[in-house]
C-alpha cells in the first residue's frame, strides 16, 4: 500500500518573508511599468494592474492599480492554460485583449508569463494596462464590440524566447499612434519579466516547495480572517435597487441595478441576478467584472487591510452572475465604457449592507470617472493626438462617523489617479481655466458627502470631444437621514453659446473651435443622518472654506450665521426647534 504523502505546514517567519517577498515583487512591477510605459493613462493615471499568480492561475499578489481587474486577470490566466494545455513552456510570454475574457474593453491588453523553476510551471507573471487607442472609430456610440477596435485572441507573444513579429506587426499596423502602443507593449514586457525574475529568486533562495507552502498558508489565513469577519455579520437576506441614467442609445431609459445578499454564518452569497440584460450601448463588461464587483465589495466589508490580495480572501463568497447581463454581456455586445456600470453595482452591495452594518458602509459615492475624450491634429507639430481628460475625482460618501472624502476618483478603480494639469498643456492643445471642488455637491447630513470636482477647459485648436458620464439622474444617495449628493454633469461653451441642459450628462460627439470651453462637473456623496444634527460649528468650518453657501446653512442644515461669520446660537437653535417640528 502506497504511504500517503506528509502535507508540509509552512514555517510562520518564512510566511512572513514569501509575504513581504510576494508583496514586494508586484510592487516592482508596478514600478517598472509606471517608469517606461509611453501614455500617461499608464504611468500617471495608473490604469493598470499586475500580479503574482499560482501555476492554476490563483491570484498570490496584485499590484494596484484597478480593484476591478482582480478577477479578470485570474480568469485571463486560467482561459490562457485551457487553450494552450500543456503547450506552455519556458521563454513563452501570451496575450490577448479579448473582453469577454478579462471583463473590460478592448485596450487592455494583458500579457502573462508561465514561470518555470526547475522545469516545473510554478507560477504565473501577468500585466493588465490600458492602451489609449486600439483602433475603432473615435467617439461616437458604438453598439457591437467589432467597431470599437482591434481584437487579439489568445496567442504567444513570444514562444521559447522568439518574439511573433508577425503578431507586433498587425497590431501595429491596427493603432493611430503605433510608436506609443508598441511602448506601452515593452513597458509591459518590462514589467512581466521582472515578475518573472523577482520570484524566481525567492524560489531559489528559499525552495520550491517551502515558499509554495508558505503561499498556500497566506491564503488561508487570508480566508480565515475573511470568514471570521463575514461570520460577525447578521445572517439574513439583504436587498437595494438603483439604476443609470440610460445606455447612451436609449436617452433617458433608465437602467436598473438591483443586488441581493445572502448572509449565513461565515458564508456570503452575492446575487446580482436582478442586473440589468446586456444594452444595445457600449457600456457592458464582460462576466470577469460581474464576480469582480462582487469581490471588491466583499473585500471591503471583511477583509479591506489583508495584504497581499489573494485567492484566499474570497473562498467565502459565492457570486451568481447570469450569462448577459451589463456585468456579464456575452459577444458581440459593445464593451468600450465597460468600467461605469460595476461601480454602482459595488455601491448598491454597500446600500444593501447598511442594513446589516451601518458603520462599516458608506452612502452613495459619484460612481463615475468624469472623463471626457479629445482628438485632433495638434497646431505645435501638425501630429494625431488622443487623450482622455481626467480621471476626475468626486466625492464619497460620509459614513456613521466622518465626513466623505472630496476629489477621489470611484472606488473600484483604487489607486488610478488624474492626469496633472501641466503635463495635459504641455502635451495636448487644452488650457485649465479652472480646476476646484464644486460647491454645495455633498449630500447634507450629520456627517456631510465628500465635494466633486469642477474643471473648465478651453480647447487651444479644433478637436472632437466625447464625454460619456453617468449617474446624473441617479444622485448619489444618502443614509439615515442624509441627503442625496449632485449628480455630474457636462457643459459645453461653444462660440460664446452655453450648452448646460445635456438630458444625460452624455456628449457623444461634438467638434470644438479654437477658444470653446467644457466643464466636467463630477458629483458629491451621500450624506449620512439629518443635516439638522450636524455640529453647526462644523457647518460654520464649511462655510468658511466654500464648501457650502450661506444659503445652504440656513435652510439646510438650520444654521444661523452673522455677517462677521459667527454662529447665532439663540437664532440657530430656534430653527432647529421649528424644523423637527415639521
Given at each position: 500500500?502506497?504511504?500517503?504523502?506528509?502535507?508540509?505546514?509552512?514555517?510562520?517567519?518564512?510566511?512572513e518573508i514569501v509575504r513581504n517577498g510576494v508583496?514586494?515583487?508586484?510592487?516592482?512591477?508596478?514600478?517598472?511599468?509606471?517608469?517606461?510605459?509611453?501614455?500617461?493613462?499608464?504611468?500617471?493615471?495608473?490604469?493598470?494592474?499586475?500580479?503574482?499568480?499560482?501555476?492554476?492561475?490563483?491570484?498570490?499578489?496584485?499590484?494596484?492599480?484597478?480593484?476591478?481587474?482582480?478577477?479578470?486577470?485570474?480568469?485571463?490566466?486560467?482561459?490562457?492554460?485551457?487553450?494552450?494545455?500543456?503547450?506552455?513552456?519556458?521563454?513563452?510570454?501570451?496575450?490577448?485583449?479579448?473582453?469577454?475574457?478579462?471583463?473590460?474593453?478592448?485596450?487592455?491588453?494583458?500579457?502573462?508569463?508561465?514561470?518555470?523553476?526547475?522545469?516545473?510551471?510554478?507560477?504565473?507573471?501577468?500585466?493588465?494596462?490600458?492602451?489609449?487607442?486600439?483602433?475603432?472609430?473615435?467617439?461616437?456610440?458604438t453598439t457591437d464590440i467589432y467597431s470599437e477596435?482591434?481584437?487579439?485572441?489568445?496567442?504567444?507573444?513570444?514562444?521559447?524566447?522568439?518574439?511573433?513579429?508577425?503578431?507586433?506587426?498587425?497590431?501595429?499596423?491596427?493603432?493611430?499612434?503605433?510608436?506609443?502602443?508598441?511602448?506601452?507593449?515593452?513597458?509591459?514586457?518590462?514589467?512581466?519579466?521582472?515578475?518573472?525574475?523577482?520570484?524566481?529568486?525567492?524560489?531559489?533562495?528559499?525552495?520550491?516547495?517551502?515558499?509554495?507552502?508558505?503561499?498556500?498558508?497566506?491564503?488561508?489565513?487570508?480566508?480565515?480572517?475573511?470568514?471570521?469577519?463575514?461570520?460577525?455579520?447578521?445572517?439574513?437576506?439583504?436587498?437595494?435597487?438603483?439604476?443609470?441614467?440610460?445606455?447612451?442609445?436609449?436617452?433617458?431609459?433608465?437602467?436598473?441595478?438591483?443586488?441581493?445578499?445572502?448572509?449565513?454564518?461565515?458564508?456570503?452569497?452575492?446575487?446580482?441576478?436582478?442586473?440589468?440584460?446586456?444594452?444595445?450601448?457600449?457600456?457592458?463588461?464582460?462576466?470577469?467584472?460581474?464576480?469582480?464587483?462582487?469581490?471588491?465589495?466583499?473585500?471591503?466589508?471583511?477583509?479591506?487591510?489583508?495584504?497581499?490580495?489573494?485567492?484566499?480572501?474570497?473562498?467565502?463568497?459565492?457570486?451568481?452572475?447570469?450569462?448577459?447581463?451589463?456585468?456579464?454581456?456575452?459577444?458581440?455586445?459593445?464593451?468600450?465604457?465597460?468600467?461605469?456600470?460595476?461601480?454602482?453595482?459595488?455601491?448598491?452591495?454597500?446600500?444593501?449592507?447598511?442594513?446589516?452594518?451601518?458603520?462599516?458602509?458608506?452612502?452613495?459615492?459619484?460612481?463615475?470617472?468624469?472623463?471626457?475624450?479629445?482628438?485632433?491634429?495638434?497646431?505645435?507639430?501638425?501630429?494625431?493626438?488622443?487623450?482622455?481628460?481626467?480621471?476626475?475625482?468626486?466625492?464619497?460618501?460620509?459614513?456613521?462617523?466622518?465626513?466623505?472624502?472630496?476629489?477621489?476618483?470611484?472606488?473600484?478603480?483604487?489607486?488610478?489617479?488624474?492626469?496633472?494639469?501641466?503635463?495635459?498643456?504641455?502635451?495636448?492643445?487644452?488650457?485649465?481655466?479652472?480646476?476646484?471642488?464644486?460647491?454645495?455637491?455633498?449630500?447634507?447630513?450629520?456627517?456631510?458627502?465628500?465635494?466633486?470636482?469642477?474643471?473648465?477647459?478651453?480647447?487651444?485648436?479644433?478637436?472632437?470631444?466625447?464625454?460619456?458620464v453617468d449617474r446624473m439622474h441617479c444622485q448619489?444617495?444618502?443614509?439615515?437621514?442624509?441627503?442625496?449628493?449632485?449628480?455630474?454633469?457636462?457643459?459645453?461653451?461653444?462660440?460664446?453659446?452655453?450648452?448646460?441642459?445635456?438630458?444625460?450628462?452624455?456628449?457623444?460627439?461634438?467638434?470644438?473651435?479654437?477658444?470653446?470651453?467644457?466643464?466636467?462637473?463630477?458629483?458629491?456623496?451621500?450624506?449620512?443622518?439629518?443635516?439638522?444634527?450636524?455640529?453647526?460649528?462644523?457647518?460654520?468650518?464649511?462655510?468658511?472654506?466654500?464648501?457650502?453657501?450661506?444659503?445652504?446653512?440656513?435652510?439646510?442644515?438650520?444654521?444661523?450665521?452673522?455677517?462677521?461669520?459667527?454662529?447665532?446660537?439663540?437664532?440657530?437653535?430656534?430653527?432647529?426647534?421649528?424644523?423637527?417640528?415639521?
Amino acid at each position: 500500500m502506497k504511504a500517503k504523502s506528509k502535507i508540509i505546514r509552512a514555517d510562520a517567519v518564512l510566511t512572513e518573508i514569501v509575504r513581504n517577498g510576494v508583496l514586494a515583487v508586484t510592487e516592482e512591477m508596478k514600478i517598472n511599468l509606471m517608469r517606461t510605459a509611453y501614455n500617461m493613462i499608464i504611468y500617471e493615471a495608473l490604469d493598470f494592474t499586475v500580479g503574482l499568480y499560482t501555476a492554476k492561475g490563483d491570484t498570490v499578489s496584485i499590484g494596484l492599480g484597478l480593484p476591478s481587474f482582480i478577477r479578470g486577470m485570474s480568469n485571463t490566466i486560467k482561459e490562457k492554460i485551457k487553450h494552450f494545455g500543456k503547450n506552455i513552456g519556458p521563454g513563452d510570454i501570451l496575450v490577448t485583449n479579448d473582453a469577454y475574457i478579462t471583463g473590460s474593453h478592448l485596450h487592455h491588453f494583458t500579457f502573462s508569463i508561465p514561470i518555470f523553476f526547475e522545469g516545473k510551471l510554478s507560477g504565473w507573471s501577468c500585466c493588465m494596462a490600458h492602451w489609449p487607442d486600439v483602433g475603432g472609430v473615435l467617439g461616437g456610440v458604438t453598439t457591437d464590440i467589432y467597431s470599437e477596435g482591434i481584437q487579439v485572441p489568445i496567442l504567444k507573444y513570444q514562444t521559447a524566447g522568439v518574439v511573433n513579429q508577425d503578431l507586433v506587426d498587425i497590431i501595429r499596423n491596427n493603432v493611430r499612434i503605433p510608436d506609443r502602443a508598441m511602448g506601452d507593449l515593452r513597458a509591459q514586457i518590462i514589467a512581466v519579466t521582472t515578475g518573472e525574475r523577482r520570484f524566481l529568486e525567492l524560489l531559489h533562495r528559499y525552495g520550491q516547495l517551502p515558499v509554495l507552502n508558505a503561499i498556500d498558508r497566506i491564503m488561508d489565513i487570508s480566508e480565515a480572517k475573511a470568514r471570521a469577519q463575514t461570520k460577525a455579520i447578521p445572517d439574513g437576506v439583504y436587498e437595494a435597487e438603483s439604476f443609470m441614467d440610460d445606455d447612451g442609445v436609449e436617452i433617458g431609459k433608465r437602467i436598473p441595478i438591483k443586488v441581493k445578499i445572502i448572509k449565513k454564518g461565515d458564508r456570503m452569497t452575492i446575487d446580482l441576478t436582478g442586473v440589468s440584460p446586456q444594452v444595445r450601448g457600449f457600456y457592458n463588461s464582460g462576466p470577469s467584472t460581474g464576480i469582480s464587483c462582487a469581490q471588491v465589495a466583499y473585500k471591503c466589508l471583511t477583509s479591506a487591510t489583508d495584504y497581499p490580495i489573494n485567492e484566499g480572501s474570497f473562498r467565502a463568497l459565492e457570486t451568481i452572475v447570469p450569462e448577459g447581463t451589463v456585468v456579464s454581456a456575452v459577444k458581440p455586445a459593445a464593451m468600450r465604457w465597460w468600467m461605469t456600470y460595476p461601480m454602482t453595482v459595488i455601491d448598491s452591495i454597500f446600500k444593501a449592507m447598511y442594513a446589516a452594518m451601518p458603520d462599516k458602509v458608506i452612502a452613495g459615492h459619484h460612481a463615475d470617472l468624469g472623463l471626457a475624450m479629445v482628438n485632433g491634429i495638434s497646431p505645435k507639430d501638425g501630429r494625431f493626438f488622443l487623450s482622455s481628460v481626467g480621471p476626475s475625482g468626486g466625492g464619497w460618501g460620509a459614513k456613521f462617523n466622518e465626513d466623505g472624502m472630496s476629489a477621489t476618483v470611484c472606488m473600484n478603480d483604487g489607486d488610478t489617479h488624474n492626469n496633472p494639469i501641466e503635463q495635459m498643456e504641455a502635451k495636448f492643445p487644452l488650457m485649465y481655466l479652472k480646476h476646484g471642488l464644486r460647491q454645495n455637491s455633498g449630500g447634507p447630513g450629520r456627517f456631510r458627502g465628500g465635494l466633486g470636482t469642477e474643471q473648465i477647459i478651453m480647447a487651444r485648436s479644433s478637436m472632437n470631444f466625447n464625454a460619456q458620464v453617468d449617474r446624473m439622474h441617479c444622485q448619489p444617495w444618502g443614509l439615515e437621514g442624509g441627503l442625496s449628493g449632485m449628480g455630474n454633469k457636462v457643459n459645453l461653451n461653444q462660440s460664446g453659446e452655453i450648452f448646460d441642459q445635456f438630458p444625460n450628462a452624455k456628449v457623444l460627439l461634438k467638434r470644438l473651435n479654437k477658444g470653446d470651453t467644457f466643464t466636467l462637473l463630477t458629483g458629491g456623496g451621500g450624506g449620512f443622518g439629518p443635516p439638522v444634527e450636524r455640529d453647526p460649528e462644523r457647518v460654520k468650518n464649511d462655510l468658511r472654506q466654500g464648501y457650502i453657501c450661506k444659503e445652504s446653512a440656513k435652510k439646510i442644515y438650520k444654521v444661523a450665521v452673522l455677517k462677521a461669520g459667527s454662529i447665532d446660537i439663540k437664532a440657530t437653535n430656534e430653527l432647529r426647534k421649528n424644523a423637527k417640528k415639521k
